[in-house]
């Protein structure tokens, strides 16, 4: 779990080194307005999804909660892109671009994790 949350935080350094990168290297003009915010949200969402998916141990449950806690995310995703364009209808591009590169990074370290745990447990 603690090492979850470190890969998890080490990515997040990533993509603020990776946007860093980007605006030193002209290709975007400047951070999207709800940078840190979103960076914020997206781990604490993803690392209380991966604990609550983590000690799930029924493992014929697992996927059915699995796909609910996905419902539950997009839903919760949805509102807060919603929020993040009324907020900010000018940025609003560059936000959502943001924020859908960084769930994917997030959304794949914890589909790895889980991988790891799930394929562990079911080996004879």
Do not use: C
Not at 18 to 44: G, K
Not at 63 to 80: D, E, H, N, S, W
């Amino acid at each position: 779990m603690i090492r979850f949350f470190l890969v998890l935080s080490v990515a997040a350094l990533a993509i603020a080194g990776i946007m860093m990168v980007a605006i030193r290297l002209t290709w975007i003009d400047a951070l999207p307005s709800f940078f840190y915010r979103t960076i914020l949200f997206l781990m604490f969402a993803t690392f209380v999804v991966f604990r609550y998916l983590y000690k799930a141990d029924k493992s014929g449950f697992f996927v059915q909660l699995y796909l609910l806690t996905m419902a539950v995310k997009f839903i919760a995703y949805g509102v807060f892109n919603v929020i993040v364009i009324r907020e900010d209808p000018a940025g609003a591009a560059s936000n959502v671009a943001f924020f859908i590169f960084s769930y994917l990074v997030f959304t794949a370290l914890e589909v790895v994790f889980l991988y790891r745990k799930i394929s562990h447990a079911h080996r004879p």
